[in-house]
């Protein structure tokens, strides 16, 4: 008998409509059992690629690739050290910076933050500050004018809006005859930036690097240069190359460094997510051994006449192989097609959610973003339906050997 006869009788057998309901039923819930499992693997692990998506590129809009700092804090001849980083075929752009930290006063709303001085030309073109305005340019931080930029949610929490007046006073004082004073300055709020990052959009600010050196008394000095590159996931050795170019000693680091664990604890996670939901498909895809087992018992007259009139149990075996193939290709692709539907427009599902039920499903001060993203990847959704393929034909083998196994006269005796 041919490849096309035990085909056609599998496929028969899936969609049969015998007096025996309960296993068409069954065969029915493993098919959808293996769909959903799918289909919530691919959901899950496109909005872990979306969070791994979204945290790379919220970071690399307020931190450099690459950042190259005095060792005692403080850089000086930095012009020196820009001109060494462009001269580097691997280096777009650098730029100067001061960071420290500073008291911000409001009336009466008071918070800590960091102050990061730069230069608004340079820092353009090493990160994405000035595309992530509200109100205001960062354009406005001129030498002089004592201008600062705010976070959305450090300026909610100051209470204070673009144009208001901040009082900025650093842990170092000056001595006085009356003693130890706290040096304190007026900046006005000259803009208000929105990352979508908790951590940034509430503890940092900026300040044009000029105002920053004399806050700080620097002088002439820097804190360091932040290089932008050309290849992001080369930034390691390209800042050390930059660095032995210069030749002063320095402390290098990179945008992997400084976020390591935001980036290993999303891999870790991702990892164990998908152990435990493959688990879950594997649950579902042995549910066809339940179901196969109830079709061989229902079909033992007919397998029986099949061995009768010349069929081979490779035959037998091969129709209920086919069986629960065709179950678990059918629950695949349809968890496929329905995952990667989900996961095409799960922003606007969550959305359109939110809106409705005026709910948050991500805190912004609990989470390090407050959308819920998501990254279709179509080398996940190909793994995903390859095991679930696997796992469903691995299923099929033990129920298929027993109906091979039927003895026709056994089979026959009551019949």
Same mark, same amino acid.
Request: glycine share 6%; net charge neutral.
């Given at each position: 008998m041919g490849k096309r006869f035990e085909f056609w009788i599998g496929s028969r057998y899936v969609r049969s409509r015998s007096n025996n309901s309960f296993v068409s039923l069954i065969s029915a819930i493993s098919m959808l059992g293996i769909a959903i499992a799918v289909t919530v693997l691919i959901v899950v692990m496109s909005v872990v690629n979306g969070f791994e998506r979204e945290l790379k590129d919220r970071l690399l809009a307020m931190t450099a690739h690459a950042s190259i700092e005095g060792t005692d804090g403080q850089l000086a001849n930095y012009e020196e050290l820009i001109a060494v980083a462009v001269s580097n075929s691997r280096v777009t752009a650098a730029a100067p910076y001061v960071a420290g930290q500073a008291l911000l006063v409001f009336e009466k709303q008071i918070s800590g933050a960091e102050l990061r001085g730069i230069d608004p030309q340079m820092e353009d073109a090493v990160s994405g500050v000035a595309g992530v305005m509200q109100s205001g340019e960062l354009g406005d931080l001129v030498k002089g004018d004592f201008n600062i930029v705010l976070g959305v949610e450090l300026a909610d929490a100051l209470q204070v809006e673009a144009g208001g007046k901040v009082t900025v006073t650093l842990a170092e004082g000056r001595v006085t005859p009356a003693g130890i004073v706290p040096r304190t300055k007026r900046f006005t709020v000259s803009g208000i930036y929105r990352v979508g990052m908790y951590e940034f959009d509430r503890r940092l600010a900026?300040?044009?690097?000029?105002?920053?050196?004399?806050?700080?008394?620097?002088?002439?000095?820097?804190?360091?240069?932040?290089?932008?590159?050309?290849?992001?996931?080369?930034?390691?050795?390209?800042? %050390?190359?930059?660095?032995?170019?210069?030749?002063?000693?320095v402390l290098v680091s990179d945008w992997t460094r400084?976020?390591?664990?935001?980036?290993?604890?999303?891999?870790?996670?991702?990892?164990?997510?998908?152990?435990?939901?493959?688990?879950?498909?594997?649950?579902?895809?042995?549910?066809?051994?339940?179901?196969?087992?109830?079709?061989?018992?229902?079909?033992?007259?007919?397998?029986?006449?099949?061995?009768?009139?010349?069929? %081979?149990?490779?035959?037998? !075996?091969?129709?209920?192989?086919?069986?629960?193939?065709?179950?678990?290709?059918?629950?695949?692709?349809?968890?496929?097609? =329905?995952?990667?539907?989900?996961? =095409?427009?799960?922003?606007?599902?969550?959305?359109?959610?939110?809106?409705?039920?005026?709910?948050?499903? !991500?805190?912004?001060?609990?989470?390090?973003?407050?959308?819920?993203?998501?990254?279709?990847?179509?080398?996940?959704?190909?793994?995903?339906?390859?095991?679930?393929?696997?796992?469903?034909?691995?299923?099929?083998?033990?129920?298929?050997?027993?109906?091979? %196994?039927?003895?026709?006269?056994?089979?026959? %005796?009551?019949?």
């Open positions: 900026f300040i044009n690097i000029g105002d920053a050196q004399k806050l700080y008394r620097m002088g002439d000095s820097v804190s360091g240069v932040r290089l932008a590159v050309t290849e992001i996931y080369e930034a390691p050795a390209i800042v %050390r190359e930059v660095a032995l170019q210069n030749g002063q000693l400084r976020h390591v664990n935001f980036f290993r604890s999303i891999q870790i996670t991702k990892s164990i997510l998908f152990v435990i939901l493959m688990m879950v498909i594997a649950v579902a895809a042995f549910n066809i051994v339940s179901t196969l087992v109830m079709v061989v018992k229902d079909k033992q007259a007919d397998i029986a006449i099949l061995r009768t009139i010349g069929a %081979r149990p490779a035959s037998i !075996l091969k129709i209920f192989v086919t069986q629960g193939s065709i179950v678990g290709i059918a629950g695949t692709l349809a968890g496929a097609g =329905l995952g990667m539907l989900l996961a =095409l427009n799960l922003e606007s599902i969550i959305g359109f959610f939110e809106s409705v039920f005026g709910i948050k499903f !991500l805190a912004a001060d609990v989470y390090f973003i407050s959308d819920l993203p998501s990254e279709l990847q179509y080398a996940d959704v190909a793994l995903v339906a390859f095991i679930a393929l696997v796992l469903a034909l691995i299923s099929t083998i033990y129920p298929a050997w027993v109906a091979a %196994r039927t003895a026709p006269a056994e089979a026959l %005796r009551y019949d």
